[in-house]
């Protein structure tokens, strides 16, 4: 399969009984695979932007709590900041697996190395989805027609090849993807969302007690 262009011929049309039925190009069919990808990753960006910007306004209003001494407002204040780092995580984590599912889709692409890179790719966009389910609903969909997609080019390329692919090695590389990339957004959750315990945070404080101070006296 290293020569992609001479050989896809044999995969844009699938044999059945008695008929011979004429199918999307497998190239093009990864290449609007990769663009559907894409357009996820792109609402999963917009999500987590709108998460860090509400994070902010929480986490502003927990400072000015603690600046007037209400600790059950600011308590509040900082529980919501936690539930919302949650979601930021998981989004972000599922963002960034979306990622490289199109980079390797984009390596198919060019290599036409199917059956053995094809089965990570799927089982993480699977994963994704189950992940994903409980904060945006509405890509549960979007993303169960890419894992369609996917597992039919497996056996479309399957049958015209005869290639297969090692379902336990497919798998392990599809936990390291996600371990990957749960690794990577730990971090950048780390820098777009403020720490509680910070300098940023506790310099709020003694500015804003220091203010209130003077004005008392």
């Known amino acids: 399969m290293g020569n992609w262009d001479k050989d896809e011929s044999n995969y844009s049309k699938i044999k059945m009984p008695g008929i011979l039925r004429q199918e999307q190009p497998l190239k093009e ?6 663009y559907k990808l894409k357009v996820q990753q792109n609402k999963l960006d917009s999500s987590i932007s ?25 308590t509040m204040y900082a529980n919501e900041c936690a539930e919302i780092r949650k979601m930021a995580s998981v989004t972000l984590r599922s963002q960034l697996a979306l990622e490289q599912v199109a980079l390797r889709l984009e390596t198919i692409r060019e290599f036409g ?18 992940q994903i389910s409980g904060i945006m609903p509405e ?15 497996m056996v479309e390329v399957g049958e015209a ?36 315990s910070s300098k940023e945070f ?7 007690f220091g ?5 008392q006296t």
């Open 29 to 34: 069919k990864v290449s609007r695979t990769i």
């Open 50 to 74: 709108r998460m860090q910007n509400h994070d902010r306004e929480l986490f502003n209003k927990c400072v000015s709590a603690q600046t007037v001494k209400d600790s059950a407002r600011a």
């Open 113 to 130: 190395d199917i059956a053995a890179l094809m089965g990570p790719v799927s089982e993480v966009v699977r994963s994704v989805k189950t």
């Open 139 to 153: 890509m549960s969909f979007e993303l169960d027609e890419i894992g369609d997609t996917l597992n039919s080019m």
């Open 161 to 196: 090849t005869g290639q297969t692919y090692n379902a336990e090695t497919s798998s392990s590389e599809a936990q390291k993807i996600l371990s990957e990339a749960g690794t990577v957004a730990e971090q950048r959750i780390k820098e777009k969302f403020p720490d509680f």
């Open 202 to 208: 506790e310099s709020s404080k003694i500015s804003q």
């Open 211 to 215: 203010t209130e101070e003077r004005t």
